[in-house]
């Protein structure tokens, strides 16, 4: 398995243009995850999907941030208008639910993003 | 709300030392708890998951323990060696189809 695949690996964008982030989650796994990394305030969960669906996107930052999940083999997550406090890593990570908690988390390469 | 806590931040050891590392968490009702690293610039690699039901879980020179009772893990590192040197992650899931929490790491350097 080639693991969860992300891309781009880095994007370097101008402030106010629309950023488009993917993932490819590990076949047969039906969560799938994106969390955000600073420095300052370490891996922030910001949308969950189970089967496809949106779980919890609590963490998501505000309304410039969507993220889709339109198959089991795809997601995106959009930025539109970009901004410099959008500078961060993101990563995305897939699992298999398990009743006995024994399958743990795969993340991907992550996509740095800088916003100038 | 779960927190979870590392400590130390940072943990600069001479090659060789047996080293431990610590993670509380606040909730002590987990699902599962899952030890990362991340090298500088790179990915989180898994190195040990230990589900709710064990006490703890080995891969080689490392070996981390679960106590639920007390909201506490720890990541044993035996005989470090400069590779060793990354930042390592401990997360939590409190239950079934839910999202992990991460600490915010332990950056740990060995020297040669």
């Known amino acids: 398995d080639a693991g969860v695949i992300q891309s781009p690996r880095h994007e370097v964008t101008e402030m106010g243009q629309e950023v488009t982030l993917r993932c490819k989650p590990i076949?047969?796994?039906?969560?799938l995850f994106w969390y955000r990394q600073t420095m300052m305030r370490g891996l922030e969960l910001l949308i969950y999907?189970?089967?496809?669906?949106?779980?919890?996107d609590s963490g998501m930052p505000e309304d410039r941030f969507s993220a889709k999940m339109p198959n089991a083999s795809f997601s995106t997550l959009k930025i539109q208008p970009s901004e410099p406090r959008d500078s961060a890593v993101y990563f995305c990570?897939?699992?298999?639910?398990?009743?006995?908690?024994?399958?743990?988390?795969?993340f991907g390469s992550g996509t740095r993003l800088t916003v100038v | 709300k779960q927190e979870v806590t590392q400590i130390p931040a940072a943990l600069s050891v001479p090659e060789g030392e047996n080293l431990v590392l610590n993670c509380s968490f606040t909730d002590s009702a987990i699902y599962n708890l899952q030890w990362f690293r991340q090298d500088p610039g790179k990915g989180l690699t898994s190195l040990l998951l230990i589900q709710s039901s064990q006490r703890e879980q080995t891969s080689g020179r490392l070996n981390a323990s679960l106590d639920k009772s007390s909201g506490r893990s720890t990541l044993y590192i035996a005989a470090s060696q400069p590779g060793d040197s990354a930042t390592y992650l401990c997360a939590v899931s409190n239950q079934a189809g839910t999202a992990l929490i991460f600490g915010k790491g332990t950056t740990l350097s060995v020297s040669s």
């Open positions: 076949s047969g796994h039906d969560y």
């Open positions: 999907f189970n089967n496809n669906v949106p779980i919890d």
């Open positions: 990570a897939s699992t298999l639910d398990s009743w006995t908690g024994s399958y743990g988390y795969t």
